[in-house]
């Protein structure tokens, strides 16, 4: 959700700063925006559209500064335009570009206009510009402003500044909203995400909740939120351009989607030992911790809340543990009654997710058992702030749609409902069957990526439609929720999703040869009342598009049967996601949507 980036070097930092952007466009692309220190000036330039648009008009203008910021911007306050792209000024003096919301941004924009500051944002965040040129009027330093700041501002933060009258330096202040340092020789950096400047540096230092920063070239002090200046570990992280870049694809979602079957492998490497999961894969202890979980509470979103709605069911039937799941954005609001050994389990590829962070924040405060995170990014905040992680080592996931995200959280749910089996040692002959099927999962999804072909010939037939219906049941129906997902938010097709039983008590209605359905009939002990279900479609003049091996004896007339590769049932639904992510991928690119960055959306959702 928006993101920031700042440097102080001695080379011309504008290229860097327009890179840094494009690394996170994934975060936000309505508008752009620079601004840096050129002699005694400050050059400000902004456009509305994406990174490429602000890098045209640089080759225009030729901007020429050591120290500046810069922003990709997915607006929450404000349309997108020019007007409301970062950075903001005040008086053409402080710059600054922010990441997150200020909540009480109208009683502190009332307050500045009786100060005299006129706004020419709709934004919450020009604010910011104004707050800190009042502090500086003050006789304030830079950083005795961005403390004040922070005591005036409520939300959510990650906010870079510059000061026209200091040259050598930018300001950061963090609160709730990811910000870390990027320490180079005689260089220093800032980003909302280490991608950004990952080949200018491999050191990164993480900042906390109130921490300010001042940074030149030379020299950095981090302060923290009691002022009292202090040092931050300095982590070491190699990321490859190869991980960052699309290579032979045409788009990272589907070089995301090739990828899982080395992703897979790369989730349960090292965690499976002989014929069972190994101990303690969750960290120090936590195979005590496990031997105690009476329930789970999942709180997720997005894709992420439906690789929970699947693992609720291993954790019954392997784990012998019932769960609860919720959306994180609605899981605070209704006062959760936590019953005594629960564990929290949060899952999220970036570990960012605001709503996931303040449910796990809120979480530590009551009575849970301890708190466990499925998650893509080691230095996320949730990652760090969870007791237990596994993470899901998938690489970098750079499409907006989450993809191997995905598969790999299904992997690592599994391993969470193996760990805690055998932590209670129940199912012993269950988990070796499974670990043995995890070991075969990457091949067998390699198979499923054989698919594309027949989705290729199936996808004008969908890509022409206004709407789409996706049924499961059991665990394929959280897939079918998924497969829905993924549709609409690539193609803009309208998509839904229902427990195939659910068919008769409603949606049927919509069925007629404009309504393709798209269903997930694996062999299984639902597979008859399923095939009944779409017997009820066909009778209705629907298009069936049926996926599995169940669906044998049904003869369709308008729509296509597509077999599947063969793998242990309680893992099919990881094989069966592949091909409905291909199918969107393929609609998408029949239909010419920005595939990797669809309208309106944003990958790191870090507001509320
Ligand atoms: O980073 P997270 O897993 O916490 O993100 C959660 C959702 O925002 C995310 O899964 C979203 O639904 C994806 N765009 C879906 O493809």
Redesign the pocket.
Known sequence: MCGIIAAATNRNVGKLLVQGLHKMEYRGYDSAGIALHQETSIVHLRCLGKVRRLEEKMIEEKPKGKVGIAHTRWATHGEPSEVNAHPHSSKERVYIVHNGIIENYIELKKELIEYGYAFSSQTDSELIAHLLDYFLNQKNTMIDAMHSIKEKMQGAYAIAAIDQEDSDSFYLARNNSPLLLGVGSEELFAASDPLAISDLTDKFIFLEDGDVVEASSKAYKIYDKNKEEVQRELTHLNISAQATSKGEYKHFMEKEIFEQPTAILNTIDGRIGGEDVLENIFGEGSNELLAQVKRIQVV?????LHAGRVAANWFSSISQVPTQIDYASEYRYKNPYIDKNTLLVT????G??AD?LSALRYAKSQNYLGSLTICNVPTSSIARESDYVLLTNAGPEIG???TK?FTTQLTALMLLALSIAKAKDINPKLRTRLATALRALPEIVSQSLELRGQLIEIAPSIANKDNALFLGRGMFYPIAKEGA??LK?ISYIHAEAYPAGELKHGPLALIDENMPVIALAPESDFAEKLISNLEEVKARGGTLYVFGNAAGDLSIDSGKLINMPECDFLLTPILYTVPLQILSYEVALLRGTDIDQPRN?A???TVE
């Open positions: 997720a979103c997005g894709t992420s899952i999220s590829q970036s960012e997710t996931t907006v749609a989450s995200a997902l993924k938010e959306l990958k790191s959702v």
